[in-house]
């Protein structure tokens, strides 16, 4: 809350709740800080607060991770990293399910099959998205970032 009253805006950006669901039984237990109202009333919140700092440091290193996937585009100017909209919304679906087709950018963009292939095709030349495949079993995953490109 103190980050987002400060004018730090992540929505759709963090999404904690994947971090809680992974870690389900933790998650339960973090939140068991006692039996009745009155019993909680006074109760030490360090537990919890650890373990939410602790998924929301696990989640802003999922995105860190994806945001240095994008901006490390070996030898493209930064001006040529700047994503459209429409490209960020195609590299979200691939980010969420892990690949992307040219059918699936044309549901998205609500484009033609060539318009939505071109925009695949430029991702890929920026090396944000890596093509597998030929002809129709053709589909794109975010590029993997090179553990020597992180240093």
Same mark, same amino acid.
């Given at each position: ?31 068991? %800080? ?11 919140? %360090? ?19 994806? =945001? ?7 030898? =493209? %100017? &930064? ?6 909209? @429409?490209e960020l919304r195609l590299v979200d679906f691939a980010i969420s399910l892990g690949r992307i087709t040219s059918s699936d950018a044309v549901d998205i963009l609500k484009v033609p099959k060539r318009t939505a292939q071109s925009k695949l095709k430029r991702?890929?030349? =920026? ?8 002809? &129709? ?5 975010? %590029? &993997?970032?090179?553990?020597? @490109?992180?240093?």
């Amino acid at each position: 809350m103190h980050l987002y009253q400060s004018g730090w805006d992540f929505k759709k950006v963090l999404v904690l709740e994947d971090y809680y669901n992974r870690n389900r039984k933790n998650y339960y237990k973090s939140l068991q %800080t006692g039996e009745t109202y009155t019993s909680r009333r006074n109760v030490d919140l %360090t537990s919890w607060l650890e373990y939410y700092v602790e998924g929301f440091l696990d989640e802003v290193g999922r995105v860190r991770d994806q =945001i240095l996937n994008l901006s490390v585009v070996g030898g =493209i %100017t &930064p001006a040529r990293n700047v994503l459209d909209n @429409d490209e960020l919304r195609l590299v979200d679906f691939a980010i969420s399910l892990g690949r992307i087709t040219s059918s699936d950018a044309v549901d998205i963009l609500k484009v033609p099959k060539r318009t939505a292939q071109s925009k695949l095709k430029r991702l890929e030349d =920026i090396k944000v998205l890596t093509k597998h495949g030929a002809g &129709p079993a053709t589909y794109y995953i975010v %590029t &993997p970032l090179k553990k020597s @490109d992180s240093a």
